[in-house]
Each structure stands twice: as structure tokens, then as C-alpha cells.
């Protein structure tokens, strides 16, 4: 009886290794990839007045950063804190109207809030001694 016990402990315990890895992993790599293309659509805005030529490439990467945090939210809602999720949520709605209106100095604040957001998303999510206490 001692001897399943154990073995139930052991498999609980490496069960749930699993999921916090694939948590961390899934974290890391989606708040880099949306990053990346943060960083590609902040070059694009060119400090608050882009070229007009490029804004079709900047409104696709805008819509891909909105796309890619629409598939990603309900996952990483189920193992992080919302207060994080919120912060990247609430600048990446701010995104497609900043645009739409042609506010591009504010639309450059806000990428750089949201890549904030996703880098703090990221921090808090990797196993330290200050995110375990």
C-alpha cells in the first residue's frame, strides 16, 4: 500500500513538472514571437510619423499582434496572473483605433507599452526565487 503511494506521488509530481514546463515554454515563446513583430511594427511607425507607403505593411503587423494575443489569452488565462494578461490585453485592443485614426505618436507609445507588457508577462513567469515566494 506504502509502495503506490509513492509511485502516485511521484507521477503527481512529475505530471505536474510537465505542465509548468510546457506553461513556461509556451509563455516564453509566444511573448517573444509577439515581440518580434512589436518591434518590427514599432520600426515601422518611425517614432510617430511613418511613411505612408509602409502603412500597409504596419497595419498587417498590427493585426498580426492582435490575432496572435486573441489565440494566445484563453491559454495563458488558465495558469497566469490577470493583472499581467490584462496589461498586454488592454494595449493591444488600444492598437487597431490608434491606427484607424491616424494617431501614429500614440500608436508608437502604445507598441512600446505592449512589448512592456509581453517582456513583464515573460519575467514573471520564469521560475525565480521572488516569483516562487
Given at each position: ?17 510537465t505542465f ?18 512589436t ?25 498580426e ?19 499581467e494578461l ?11 483605433p ?9 500608436l ?26
Amino acid at each position: 500500500m506504502k509502495m503506490n503511494r509513492e509511485r502516485i506521488t511521484v507521477i503527481l509530481f512529475l505530471l505536474l513538472m510537465t505542465f509548468c514546463t510546457a506553461a513556461l515554454t509556451n509563455t516564453v515563446r509566444v511573448s517573444r514571437r509577439m515581440s518580434r513583430i512589436t518591434n518590427e511594427a514599432i520600426s515601422m511607425t518611425d517614432g510617430g510619423s511613418p511613411d505612408l507607403i509602409g502603412l500597409e505593411g504596419l497595419e498587417s503587423k498590427i493585426e498580426e499582434i492582435s490575432s496572435c494575443w486573441g489565440e494566445y489569452e484563453p491559454v495563458v488565462s488558465t495558469y497566469s496572473r490577470h493583472d499581467e494578461l490584462e496589461r498586454v490585453s488592454s494595449a493591444v485592443r488600444r492598437l487597431r483605433p490608434l491606427y484607424d485614426s491616424g494617431k501614429f505618436d500614440e500608436l508608437y507609445l502604445t507598441l512600446h507599452e505592449t512589448d512592456d507588457a509581453l517582456d513583464h508577462l515573460r519575467k514573471t513567469e520564469l521560475p525565480t526565487i521572488a516569483n516562487i515566494l
